[in-house]
């Protein structure tokens, strides 16, 4: 108790000190809010109303601050650009960002856990070496490049999705999931490749220790030995691992919404810092740096339930 | 544990089959396009829907389907009534009075009211903020109510041509009671507001009780299509049914299956020079610039020779004031051009640099293709691309920059939107001109109540600006417009408006 205590004060610590550093960063890059709502209507005496409406004169800690106290009495403010409340505009689009990111993750799983597995199984066999050449290959290849890559074979070739032909979740469920498939995997893969190889040195790691000569001796099969014995252990690592990633799926899921037009978190992140929108920029990027606390915390508690001499350790 | 982590796998890959299996179902659900169209456009609304308070040009031309002014633009450049059934203008140019059209209908269903056209005008000439929020009416002294169907408009000075400032969307009669007008716009106009999501979409719906013709497709939406690269593949897939604005070359790539109509952006596109910093003080120096450029050369290689050649600050759609000939004040002429270079003390040439934001290809390609014709008289121009933030900022608004290319457009059916910005003075003066008898002829042209006289005193100020050289004027570029064949009836205004009620579906 004491210890996840612990984590969440480090965890608003980290918050607070992210969500400074981009009202910091805002105010060092040049452009202002003001001048790209008023566009081409800019004249001096409008820009001060406006500078002055939106309170950008006052300096830079005393607008954190009052940023600070609306933030943590729920209220985010409003969009300047949009003139939208933040929190509509962001509750609107996070469920297409954590799908993309969920189903990333699912996919990841998927592939991983069993090709993992049986290369550490038939380690050095033909099949290892293949998937070994192609995991080198899908671990170099980044995601966005994955994805016009996918666009192009499953989009333009196989003629499986139509790219662009993105759909509402409000407007059809199964259209919406259907398109996600392929920035999904687009996003994974990479991932993918990666978790296949940990577990397979992990795994093979934990072949060579003591327990498991022992656990052979004691007369049980390949299979009983490493699901009953070896992958508890191996996949500490991985875990760790799995954490990390998604955590990393939700960011690279920002870039892969440009390449795949998909209206996530990522398309209004990039916007809103065009036009200085820092509200919003602001809510999303502290919430992007939940999810990698919240991740990382996660997979803090699985370790525990995984394997219960880490608590005692500790 | 074993049990519990394949139990967890089992459920993971259950739910991921069904995904898949879920996907089967997309693709063919295009069949039901009886009474709607899904158009393209590149940037979002990134704005208020607030008619008053909306500025970029982008939210504007979208807006046109759901707000109406007193008055508005027609396909021909003409001013009809919308809102006011008829208008009078007093002989003297300062008083406007307005008829209220009869069982005129808010989108709410409520009725329009002298209160309500009192309340948006008033809102329109708020000066609490120092300026009034829509500019046009600083010359406003006050909005009265004469009786229940008639209000007037005193001008503190005489302007004949303020009538079409009230045809702009940021004129638009709004209800007077709508607390929200930024997120739940309310206009008299022939489709209205059902919903929008930022850097997704934005849709509206025919407005069945509207004064005029009614709206033909039913459901209308706005699809951002912010990758360009995707826009043929998406007409072609049909996620979109048409898309605004194509270059020449996403033309070629589409198929039979598409109407394409060309048309101008309204736009004057030119090298803007600053003409306050050397060696654009100078007017020789700026004339032996536009003795180095060949529009046609320009046009070949941005828009495929598409596009018209401008010789000054208008375009063609303004049929009044166009004038041709002034596209022949400056032929190339390398000759001529060092020749005035020599005289103007740069017998080697200059550098200097083109400020362009980077959004606007076609602007980038004008200025690569500018650069390599200047170099022709020993001129070399550097290309700076900055963000369009930086621009608004660097080079508008604080005119810190050598030159710039850009394209101008109006905001409202008169010259003076165009010509207003050269008069020394002026807020949106971004290129500093200033010259003394271009600010008197102007300044006749706005007191002049004779439409003929008036329309020759600006044909004069454009004889000025072109010239003088105020800048190195280009072209008007080509706009084109793609829709499936499905449907018809787009037309161009020459203003930046999308007017989706004329269309209509074929078959």
Redesign the interface.
């Known amino acids: 108790m004491k210890y996840v205590l612990k984590k969440l004060l480090a965890m608003t610590a980290t918050l607070v000190a992210v969500s400074f550093l981009v009202f910091l960063a805002f105010s060092l890059i040049p452009g202002d809010p003001a001048v790209s709502m008023l566009g081409t209507q800019a004249t001096p005496e409008r820009l001060t109303a406006l500078r002055e409406q939106l309170g950008l004169n006052d300096p830079v800690i005393l607008r954190y601050l009052k940023w600070l106290f609306d933030f943590i009495r729920g209220n985010m403010g409003t969009s300047y650009s949009y003139s939208l409340p933040v929190t509509q505009m962001i509750l609107e689009k996070i469920p297409i960002t954590l799908t993309l990111s969920l189903m990333a993750f699912l996919f990841m799983l998927l592939t991983s856990i069993p090709l993992g597995i049986y290369t550490a199984k038939h380690k050095d066999g033909k099949v290892d070496r293949v998937i070994y050449i192609i995991n080198q290959i899908l671990m170099s290849v980044p995601s966005f490049f994955m994805g016009i890559l996918l666009t192009f074979l499953f989009g333009l070739v196989f003629r499986l999705f139509t790219p662009g032909g993105y759909v509402s979740y409000t407007v059809s469920l199964s259209g919406f999931l259907g398109y996600l498939i392929i920035p999904a995997i687009a996003i994974g893969l990479p991932k993918s490749a990666m978790a296949v190889k940990l577990l397979r040195s992990s795994v093979a790691q934990q072949r060579k220790l003591d327990y498991t000569r022992t656990a052979f001796s004691r007369g049980n099969s390949i299979n009983g030995v490493l699901y009953h014995h070896i992958l508890k252990n191996a996949l500490i690592p991985v875990i760790t691992f799995w954490g990390m990633a998604f955590a990393d799926m939700v960011a690279g899921s920002i870039i892969i919404e440009q390449v795949f037009s998909i209206p996530g978190l990522g398309r209004i992140l990039l916007t809103s810092i065009s036009n200085r929108d820092y509200p919003v920029v602001e809510a999303i990027i502290l919430l992007i740096a939940f999810v990698v606390i919240a991740a990382n915390f996660i997979v803090d508690i699985v370790y525990r339930l995984v394997d219960p001499r880490i608590s005692k350790t500790s | 544990?074993?049990k519990k982590?394949i139990k967890i796998?089992l459920l993971?890959?259950v739910?991921?089959t069904l995904?898949?299996a879920?996907?089967?179902?997309?693709?063919d659900?295009a069949g039901d396009t009886s009474s709607t169209i899904t158009i393209g456009i590149p940037q979002?609304l990134?704005?208020?829907?607030?008619p008053h308070?909306a500025?970029?040009a982008g939210t504007k031309e979208v807006l046109f389907n759901i707000f109406e002014g007193l008055v508005k633009p027609d396909s021909d450049g003409n001013i009809v009534p919308a809102v006011a059934s008829s208008w009078l203008i007093s002989d003297d140019g300062t008083v406007y009075t307005f008829t209220l059209r009869e069982g005129i209908k808010f989108h709410d269903g409520s009725l329009v009211t002298v209160e309500d056209i009192k309340k948006s005008l008033d809102t329109c000439a708020d000066t609490s903020?120092?300026?009034p929020l829509v500019?046009a009416f600083s010359n406003v002294a006050s909005v009265n109510i004469i009786d229940e169907k008639t209000v007037e408009i005193v001008l503190s000075t005489p302007n004949t041509e303020f009538i079409s400032d009230l045809a702009n969307i940021n004129a638009a009669i709004i209800p007077a009671d709508n607390a929200d007008s930024?997120?739940n716009p309310i206009g008299t106009g022939p489709y209205k507001y059902v919903s929008r999501?930022?850097?997704?979409?934005f849709v509206m719906e025919k407005f069945d009780d509207y004064w005029g013709t009614p709206a033909n497709i039913k459901d209308v939406t706005f699809k951002?299509?912010?990758?360009a690269d995707?826009v043929v593949?998406?007409l072609k897939?049909?996620?979109i049914d048409m898309y605004l604005r194509l270059t020449s070359a996403q033309v070629d790539a589409l198929d039979d299956n598409f109407t394409v109509d060309e048309g101008t952006m309204n736009l004057v596109q030119a090298l803007y020079l600053n003409n306050a910093v050397e060696p654009f003080n100078n007017p020789k120096v700026r004339q032996a610039l536009c003795y180095a450029i060949n529009p046609q050369e320009i046009m070949d290689m941005v828009s495929g020779g598409k596009g018209t050649e401008l010789g000054s600050s208008m375009y063609p759609s303004f049929k009044k004031y166009f004038m041709t000939d002034l596209n022949d004040v400056y032929n190339q002429n390398i000759e001529k051009a060092k020749e005035l270079l020599t005289e103007a003390g740069y017998p080697d040439g200059f550098t200097f640099t083109i400020t362009v934001p980077s959004n606007y290809t076609q602007h980038v390609d004008t200025a690569q293709v500018l650069a390599e014709e200047f170099k022709a008289i020993g001129v070399t121009a550097n290309i700076n691309l900055v963000?369009?933030?930086?621009w608004?900022?660097?080079v508008?608004?604080a005119r810190n920059y050598d030159a710039t290319v850009i394209g101008v457009d109006a905001s409202s059916l008169t010259a003076s939107a165009l010509l207003g910005r050269f008069v020394s003075t002026a807020?949106?003066n971004f290129t500093n001109y200033s010259n003394a008898t271009y600010d008197e002829t102007y300044a006749k042209a706005l007191a002049e109540t004779d439409d003929t006289a008036k329309t020759k005193l600006y044909q004069e100020c454009l004889t000025i600006l072109a010239d003088d050289a105020a800048n190195v004027y280009i072209q008007d570029l080509p706009e084109f417009v793609a829709y499936n064949k499905k449907y018809a009836g787009y037309v161009f205004y020459p203003l930046y408006v999308q007017d989706i009620s004329k269309m209509y579906i074929v078959k």
């Open positions: 544990m074993k982590g796998l993971m890959s739910l991921l995904t898949i879920l996907c089967g179902c997309t693709g659900k979002d990134e704005d208020s829907l607030d308070v500025v970029a903020n120092g300026t500019p930024a997120t999501s930022p850097q997704e979409n951002i299509c912010a990758n995707s593949m998406d897939g049909g996620s963000e369009w933030e930086t608004l900022s660097d508008y608004a807020d949106d």
